[in-house]
């Protein structure tokens, strides 16, 4: 009997060394890439960002209207913009040089203009790897989500000067904000391609070294500080979310902390891992994996007029960008 | 006092006890000698249908979630008890614990019991990648631990037993997990 309490540890754990011992990336792949990252710019992220929210401040862009939402004027919808900060976001794919389109759709007042951008790739362009951000926010929105609109703006800098196996296609998602509104219109119509792998952005560049400043749900280890990265993969994205986690430790950018559900993810926690257009994928069937410094579990600006550009902080939504674009690289079979 | 004094007193408490003790083989619901193999004498066999919460949480791993199942119980001289169950859960998507334990009972009307068992969290469940653990595990969490059902009574073979308790650990290369029920509510119909 006492053989029997030793041996099943150790052959469990025997089991448990084989399935992580795998070498996901090699030192060449790894090498490759490093360049890439290294040409991630803090200043013209964070000029992005200073450049959407003036816009949004200055009043330049009319907010949705309230009353058409049926909304209280105390609602923070109320305060949604979008279309300025759209035609920023196309301007900076086409300088670019990406080829864009557009996919709209509904009737007015919740009609959408989701912003297509794409990289063709070279020798299997029909396989996808997908970059998504929504561009509408509430007042300044400067963390959720220019800064993930100005991750995909710089993230197409860079990748533009390269080819790739893959396309790599960046999609500006309308109307999140309203409930995910554009990025469902726009999965609709993908559900015949095929999607290699995905990556959404939403709220990636608060970050609070504070013991204390991280909130989580019951049954979630989280780190105590929110100085972490979250990433939240379904069943399909799992291997590409342990690819991103190694990666990551191979470039040492930042601590990355990957969550993954089972199945499409829908069945897990009541939803609760569902809060943004990442879902619009799942619902879908396709991978997709959602990046985010985790709102308001984090950020106290979370919806508030004080999401401003002066709460981020540069260096690690740097970081986080660098990791993404890594990722995306590795996935796109290149650079060639 | 030490806790494993403690235990050993529980236990002590459990098999001293007698409550309205019988003779083994002569109680309501046990195979009876004369229709059965002699090995079969003093056991009473029954199935039983808890509902609860059970969870296991790790660095790496959250499983469980709240839900009910079915299970196999023998009870040898209304004393010993092996048992064997599966629970369907929900919460963190669909997943079943499978079960096996053993133990011993007070005998009579209340019969509070005490068991040692061993659970596997086979199905969905989330999974976090740390430096530790940077690929998705193929084992799924198991754990080694003690329950206690301290509200439960038997009459006539039939079985009530309320708010169930139980944890337990399990290694996760590297690292522990630890594994906690909550049983709402059992019942346990014998098998004529």
Redesign the interface.
């Given at each position: 009997m006492n053989r029997l309490f030793v041996f099943v540890p150790v052959l469990l754990g025997a089991l448990w060394s084989v399935s992580c011992s795998k070498s996901l990336i090699d030192n060449a792949q790894v090498e490759a890439i490093r360049p890439l990252v290294e040409q991630v710019e803090q200043q013209r992220l964070m000029d992005f960002v200073v450049e959407v929210t003036n816009v949004r401040k200055s009043k330049e862009e009319q907010p949705l209207d309230c009353a058409l939402l049926g909304r209280s004027p105390n609602s923070s919808l109320c305060s949604l913009t979008r279309k300025l900060s759209g035609e920023i976001l196309q301007r900076r794919f086409e300088s670019a040089g990406l080829r864009i389109s557009h996919q709209t759709g509904g009737t007015e007042p919740l009609t959408t203009s989701n912003i297509i951008a794409e990289l063709p790739g070279v020798t299997h362009p029909e396989e996808i790897i997908l970059v998504g951000a929504h561009y509408d926010a509430v007042y300044q929105g400067a963390d959720d989500n220019t800064s993930g609109t100005a991750a995909m703006v710089e993230m197409a800098r860079i990748l533009s000067q390269y080819k790739f196996d893959r396309t790599i296609r960046f999609v500006g998602f309308d109307l999140e904000e309203l409930g995910l509104i554009g990025s469902l219109r726009y999965a609709d119509t993908i559900k015949g391609e095929r999607i290699y792998s995905s990556i959404v952005f939403d709220g990636i560049g608060y970050y609070d070294f504070t013991p204390g400043s991280q909130r989580s749900m019951p049954g979630l280890p989280t780190p105590e500080a929110g100085d972490f990265l979250t990433v939240i993969a379904d069943e399909l994205s799992h291997p590409r979310a342990a690819e991103l986690f190694t990666l990551n430790e191979r470039l040492g950018l930042m601590k990355v902390v990957p969550i993954l559900v089972p199945r499409d993810g829908t069945f897990t926690m009541g939803g609760a891992l569902q809060r943004s257009d990442h879902s619009s994928l799942w619902a879908v069937g396709h991978p997709a994996m959602f990046l985010t410094d985790t709102a308001n579990f984090r950020n106290p600006h979370y919806h508030r007029p004080t999401d401003t550009v002066d709460t981020l902080h540069p260096e690690m939504f740097r970081k986080a960008v660098q990791v993404s674009l890594a990722a995306v690289a590795l996935w796109a079979g290149g650079p060639r | 006092m030490s806790r494993a004094r403690t235990l050993v007193l529980a236990l002590g408490v459990l098999a001293g006890a007698e409550g309205r003790a019988q003779e083994p083989g002569a109680l309501s619901g046990d195979v009876p000698a004369a229709n059965a193999p002699a090995w079969l004498a003093g056991h009473r066999f029954s199935v039983y249908l808890p509902a609860g919460a059970q969870?296991y949480?790790?660095?790496t791993r959250?499983a469980g979630g709240i839900g009910g199942g079915v299970g196999l119980r023998d009870t040898f001289q209304e004393r010993f008890i092996l048992q064997v169950d599966a629970t369907y859960h929900?919460?963190?998507?669909?997943s079943v614990v499978l079960r096996a334990g053993a133990g011993i009972q007070r005998r009579g009307v209340y019969t509070p019991a005490v068991l040692v068992t061993l659970s596997t969290f086979v199905?969905?469940?989330?999974?976090?990648?740390t430096?530790a653990?940077?690929?998705?595990?193929?084992?799924p969490p198991?754990a080694l631990g003690l329950q206690l059902a301290p509200l439960r009574f038997t009459y006539e073979g039939m079985q009530v037993s309320l708010a169930e308790v139980g944890i337990g650990a399990g290694?996760e290369?590297p690292g522990v997990g630890f594994a906690y029920r909550l049983g709402v509510l059992e019942v346990s119909i014998p098998l004529e």
């Open positions: - | 969870v949480l790790s660095d959250t929900m919460l963190v998507g669909n199905g969905d469940r989330l999974t976090f990648l430096p653990h940077p690929s998705v595990p193929v084992v198991y290694l290369f």
